[in-house]
């Protein structure tokens, strides 16, 4: 599990910066990719990845404004041509569904695989074996959601080495082990799994925030994140101007990441009225109030490692 930054801009492109875009690569989970948000030229900035489009299964809208909309009607029409047939779900407030379909529709385009666009509301949207997706309202000048993705606990690790030294051989009786099965053998023992089976393994948290001013439903979303991702639009200092705006500082993002007890802190959608001089300062400021913390730069990939 990799967050992967397409772009990290707020508001307009940058020449080091473009508008939000965050894929979330679960190559090794589900094979798939699934992007937060989809700026305005982000499959630009996939051209210049190892990312393939066709991968990317699940699109995630936090809100309707532009510089985290405009590149979404572009990358739908050009999974297409590049010959992307599996399905695709895009999840996003509600106007999410006549934005596409109007766009698709008036520019004549043909997509050759099934899209389903979810307008949500808060709670649990998404749900299968591997992973639970939640949503919540944050506090911006539209509605804007914030996004919990949680991986489901896995199995403990088999212990062949123990297995094998108690005289039972490899083969599919190790896969029925493996998952919990208690297994008979010829002379009648039984196998009791959890003497070869360790503690299941946790599941990751990946938290992914809209454009929000400090709120609860941040932190209520970020609790004992493995990592959150929260927009930092702002410098310590102006948080007058970020609540005017419905935004956060770097050190309001600190604070939420304090109070949910995360793992690591990135920030992210900085303004560009910051220069590259600028942004070590917008990392250090977060930092003074929570260490683990990383400023977000396009291209920039993170590890979401298993605690």
């Given at each position: 599990?990799?967050?992967?930054?397409?772009?990290?801009?707020?508001?307009?492109?940058?020449?080091?910066?473009?508008?939000?875009?965050?894929?979330?690569?679960?190559?090794?989970?589900?094979?798939?990719?699934?992007l937060f948000d989809c700026g305005e030229a982000t499959q630009h900035q996939i051209l210049h990845t190892s990312i393939k489009p066709r991968r990317i299964e699940k699109v995630f809208?936090?809100?309707?404004?532009?510089?985290?909309?405009?590149?979404?009607?572009?990358?739908?029409?050009?999974?297409?041509?590049?010959?992307?047939?599996?399905?695709?779900?895009?999840?996003?407030?509600?106007?999410?569904?006549?934005?596409?379909?109007?766009?698709?529709?008036?520019?004549?385009?043909?997509?050759?695989?099934?899209?389903?666009?979810?307008?949500?509301?808060?709670?649990?949207?998404?749900?299968?074996?591997?992973?639970?997706?939640?949503?919540?309202?944050?506090?911006?000048?539209?509605?804007?959601?914030?996004?919990?993705?949680?991986?489901?606990?896995?199995?403990?690790?088999?212990?062949?080495?123990?297995?094998?030294?108690?005289?039972?051989?490899?083969?599919?009786?190790?896969?029925?082990?493996?998952?919990?099965?208690?297994?008979?053998?010829?002379?009648?023992?039984?196998?009791?799994?959890?003497?070869?089976?360790?503690?299941?393994?946790?599941?990751?948290?990946?938290?992914?925030?809209?454009?929000?001013?400090?709120?609860?439903a941040a932190i209520n979303l970020a609790q004992q994140a493995d990592l959150l991702i929260h927009e930092a639009t702002f410098a310590s200092g102006e948080e007058e101007m970020a609540?005017?705006?419905?935004?956060?500082?770097?050190?309001?993002?600190?604070?939420?990441?304090?109070?949910?007890?995360?793992?690591?802190?990135?920030?992210?959608?900085?303004?560009?009225?910051?220069?590259?001089?600028?942004?070590?300062?917008?990392?250090e400021e977060a930092c003074t109030l929570f260490p683990r913390t990383v400023i977000a730069e396009d291209f920039k990939e993170i590890e979401v490692l298993r605690r």
């Open positions: 599990m990799k967050a992967f930054f397409l772009g990290t801009g707020a508001g307009v492109p940058a020449k080091l910066r473009n508008v939000t875009s965050i894929a979330l690569k679960l190559l090794e989970e589900r094979g798939a990719i699934w809208i936090t809100h309707l404004h532009g510089d985290h909309l405009y590149g979404l009607p572009g990358f739908l029409s050009s999974r297409s041509f590049q010959g992307g047939t599996s399905p695709v779900t895009v999840y996003g407030p509600k106007g999410l569904k006549d934005y596409i379909n109007i766009s698709l529709t008036i520019s004549q385009t043909y997509l050759k695989y099934p899209l389903k666009i979810v307008e949500i509301e808060e709670g649990i949207i998404f749900e299968d074996d591997q992973f639970t997706v939640e949503a919540k309202l944050l506090e911006h000048g539209i509605p804007s959601y914030g996004y919990r993705v949680v991986e489901k606990d896995l199995p403990g690790t088999l212990m062949a080495d123990k297995l094998i030294a108690d005289g039972i051989k490899p083969g599919p009786i190790f896969k029925r082990i493996k998952a919990g099965e208690a297994v008979t053998l010829d002379d009648g023992t039984v196998i009791d799994p959890a003497r070869y089976v360790g503690p299941d393994q946790k599941g990751r948290i990946v938290t992914i925030l809209g454009d929000t001013r400090i709120c609860q609540y005017e705006y419905f935004h956060s500082t770097t050190t309001q993002a600190a604070e939420v990441a304090n109070q949910a007890d995360v793992h690591q802190l990135c920030l992210t959608h900085i303004s560009s009225r910051y220069e590259p001089s600028h942004w070590p300062t917008l990392e």
